[in-house]
Nanobody, 123 residues
Framework: VQLVESGGGSVQAGGSLRLSCVVS??????????MGWFRQAPGKEREGVGS???????VRADSVMGRATISQDSAKNTLYLQLNSLKPEDTAVYYC?????????????????WGQGTQVTVS
């Protein structure tokens, strides 16, 4: 399974970005799944941003509640993270993850596969 994130960049506070995670080696919606978005700022631990499961349920961290939307496109086998009203504290490398092992969807150690990350810088 390979995950490739894109869509990061430098934006001004208040702006928006849509991050993409293209999945290969696994077909989203082929079975029960949960995929997550995480972020890691310099000097900080990786934290969960949100997740999407095969029932369509989404979980989002308090820090992005009301500003983040997670969705997927089966035809493109891609997971998305839409972030609005960006704040400087959203600056981080954003990662998508799959291969959920069960347990807390916000826990990085509950996922087997990771992308390389995409940098988001908000100023």
């Amino acid at each position: 399974v390979q995950l490739v994130e894109s869509g990061g960049g430098s934006v001004q506070a208040g702006g928006s970005l849509r991050l993409s995670c293209v999945v290969s080696g696994y077909t989203i919606n082929s079975d029960i799944y949960c995929m997550g978005w995480f972020r890691q700022a310099p000097g900080k631990e990786r934290e969960g941003v949100g997740s999407l499961d095969s029932d369509g349920g989404t979980v989002r961290a308090d820090s992005v509640m009301g500003r983040a939307t997670i969705s997927q496109d089966s035809a493109k086998n891609t997971l998305y993270l839409q972030l609005n009203s960006l704040k400087p504290e959203d600056t981080a490398v954003y990662y998508c993850a799959s291969g959920f092992l069960g347990g807390a969807t916000s826990a990085p150690d509950r996922y087997k596969y990771w992308g390389q990350g995409t940098q988001v810088t908000v100023s």
